[in-house]
């Protein structure tokens, strides 16, 4: 268990909430027994993927009129094409496959204060897209068919807890997206609730303090997906003066701790910040169309997947899982395999001597309301030679070319293992002196932390980003991460 190490807080009563998060961040220390225990965890998780044809995919199907593949319980998700048309864009016209998961998964993590502190039960998870086994998740992470049990394998473990959140205290509960290129319409439901009374802890969980979370952020491939996104809805801005302004530990962080504050300002007012966004999507003309996978303009299905006729984007793979640590040890699934690792970053500055990030109101065909939030530069860089000189991000070389000393995070972190096969980006925070034009802004964290309140503001590369900022907010403590 990680003792508190004596920090005074001191918040307003509307403030405890956040005071009690603070406290939590600044236990940061004693994870030589996390280590050990998911070491033992690796050691012990048996699992296998192999890849296969989609066309000999045990339980799914490929349609014979459309050249779609679905599971035969009708269940899970299926792979679909979309054409989508986005006039004036840099590449106005394109076809691609893409996801249709029509079902709401609960994406949650259960806290309880052990000695005053609170503390996230944190999942040890295989997932068979996972760049190396193993990766922290939230204490659920379950689709709609796997949490009632169309696999027929066990139950989901703590599942009562999100289901029934009524019993409890929620501290976050919240629609949000996922990836707006892969998955048409997709959204998951981001909880996290705090309990009393004895919790059961089974062999695969951990307890863990935000402190301690924010620590393992440095390790690549660690922290999941599901588990930033759900991290990055915490509630932790709700002071005039942050506690954390208090423990910094130089200029930066002291900016980063100013811009969780809201009585610190902001360079564009919360109004004109919805009313530029609502703009956008106002006047975005943006046609999405499910379309037949099969015939896809540009993409082909040999040797068991199916791929654009560039070899680059993206392919859609077939592979065959044992896991013994599952609710079920063996499956089948389509899943899609990026070619080549992506850059996610925000470019991040001081502006009053409050942090700002710059935001980019982006388009993406799965977007349920056309034009989401997202980081600065979000692209895989191979890919662009198979595209317009237009179509390269407009501040991608700022964040290439920076020097070391501007860069504030940079940490290889995977996205969804469930869906995605070996898909890493490199999530970075990089302070540069630029300006921003009509399809961007700069905000401060806590502006970004009251969109996350609400659905479909921040996409989910730039929920990630808010947990690392989260994460670096807390004073540093040496050699307890490794890397």
């Known amino acids: 268990m990680s003792p508190h190490r004596g920090h005074a807080i001191r918040s307003r009563p509307n403030g405890r909430l956040t005071a009690r998060i603070v406290r939590s961040m600044l236990a940061g220390d004693w994870l030589e027994e996390f280590w050990a225990w998911f070491a033992e ?19 799914w199907s490929r349609d014979a009129r459309t050249g779609d593949y679905a599971h035969h319980s009708g269940k ?18 394109w076809s691609q496959p893409i996801i249709v998961q029509p079902e709401i998964g609960i994406l949650g993590i259960l806290v309880k204060e052990f000695d005053g502190v609170l503390h996230c039960l944190m999942q040890a998870k295989f997932e068979p897209g996972n760049a190396n086994g193993l990766q922290l998740s939230p204490t659920v992470q379950a689709t709609r068919s796997n949490f009632q049990r169309v696999h027929r394998g066990k139950a989901v473990p703590y599942l009562e807890y999100f289901r029934d959140s009524a019993r409890h205290r929620v ?66 801005t709700g002071f005039d003066r942050h506690p954390l302004s208090d423990a910094a530990e130089d200029d930066f962080r002291l900016a980063l701790a100013r811009s969780c504050s809201s009585a610190e300002g902001s360079l564009h007012p919360m109004p004109e910040i919805l009313s530029w966004i609502t703009g956008i999507r106002a006047q975005s003309e943006v046609t999405t169309r499910v379309v037949p996978l099969a015939g896809l303009p540009a993409w082909h299905r040999a040797d068991g997947r199916i791929s654009h006729e560039s070899g680059l984007f993206f392919d859609v793979i077939g592979v065959d899982v044992a896991a013994g640590s599952r609710e079920v040890t063996g499956w089948s699934q389509p899943m899609i395999e990026p070619i ?76 969804e293992g469930g869906r995605f096969y070996r898909a890493v980006n490199t999530y970075l925070v990089v302070e540069a002196d630029v300006e921003d034009d009509a399809d961007y802004r700069w905000m401060p964290l806590h502006q970004l932390a009251d969109l996350l309140k609400h659905s479909n503001y921040l996409n989910v590369q730039a929920r990630s980003l808010v947990a690392c900022l989260q994460s670096l907010s807390a004073p540093s403590v040496a050699a307890t991460a490794r890397r």
């Open 41 to 59: 965890r690796s050691e012990r998780a048996a699992h296998r993927v192999e890849r296969a044809s989609l066309d000999e995919l045990a339980g």
């Open 76 to 93: 899970f998700f299926r792979v679909t094409g979309i054409d989508v048309h986005v006039p004036g864009a840099a590449v106005p016209r």
């Open 171 to 236: 501290l976050a509960d919240v629609l949000q997206s996922e990836q707006g290129a892969w998955f048409y319409q997709k959204c998951n439901r981001n909880m996290i609730v705090e309990v009393d009374g004895d919790v059961p802890v089974g062999e695969n969980f951990r307890w863990l303090t935000f402190g301690q979370l924010n620590r393992l952020f440095g390790v690549q491939n660690l922290i999941n997906m599901d588990a930033r996104t759900v991290l990055s809805c915490l509630p932790f």
């Open 340 to 415: 080549g690792d992506g850059v996610v970053a925000f470019v991040v500055r001081r502006i009053g001597g409050v942090l700002h990030a710059l935001v980019h109101a982006r388009v993406e065909p799965g977007y349920v309301n056309v034009v989401e939030l997202a980081p600065t530069v979000q692209c895989t860089p191979g890919n662009l030679r198979a595209l317009p000189a237009a179509a390269r991000p407009r501040y991608l070389d700022t964040v290439l070319d920076a020097p070391a000393e501007q860069v504030r995070y940079a940490v290889a972190l995977s996205e």
